[in-house]
């Protein structure tokens, strides 16, 4: 299970060490670090999208704990994932096989999100 001192760790070896003190208080650690969307990483200092992307693939180093699946009386279960979550994260350039990663869901679950994304636009 990752800790505080993880993310510490992680930010002060990419540099970012300025920044501990914005992700302590809010109990950031590399396992949520992946459904943080940039407007969250903004709100915690992270201005620029290529420190963003260098936090997330680092973090993924970390491990992350799978989404909660909801699941219902009919159908597939779906996992508990902010929408744009996916779309930014692909929008970033990270390929499905790092986002699903990042996520820890499956290979074709970001396939579907990204098709279905894509055909809604």
Same mark, same amino acid.
């Given at each position: ?6 993310? @510490?760790?992680? #930010?002060?070896? =990419? ?5 501990? !003190? ?8 590399? &396992? ?5 969307? @940039?407007?969250? #990483?903004?709100? =915690? ?5 290529? !420190? ?8 993924? &180093? ?60």
């Amino acid at each position: 299970m990752a800790t505080d001192s993880d993310i @510490s760790n992680i #930010l002060k070896k =990419l540099n970012m060490g300025y920044l501990v !003190e914005n992700f302590i208080p809010e109990k950031i650690t590399p &396992n949520i670090m992946g459904i943080l969307s @940039s407007h969250d #990483l903004q709100c =915690l200092g992270v201005r620029c999208r290529n !420190e963003m992307v260098l936090l997330r693939n680092e973090c993924v &180093n970390y491990g992350c704990q799978p989404p909660t699946k909801i699941y219902h009386e009919a159908g597939a279960p779906k996992y508990d994932l902010p929408k744009n979550v996916t779309e930014e994260l692909l929008l970033d350039g990270f390929s499905i096989k790092e986002i699903s990663l990042l996520l820890s869901v499956s290979y074709g679950f970001i396939r579907f999100e990204k098709a279905h994304i894509f055909n809604n636009t």
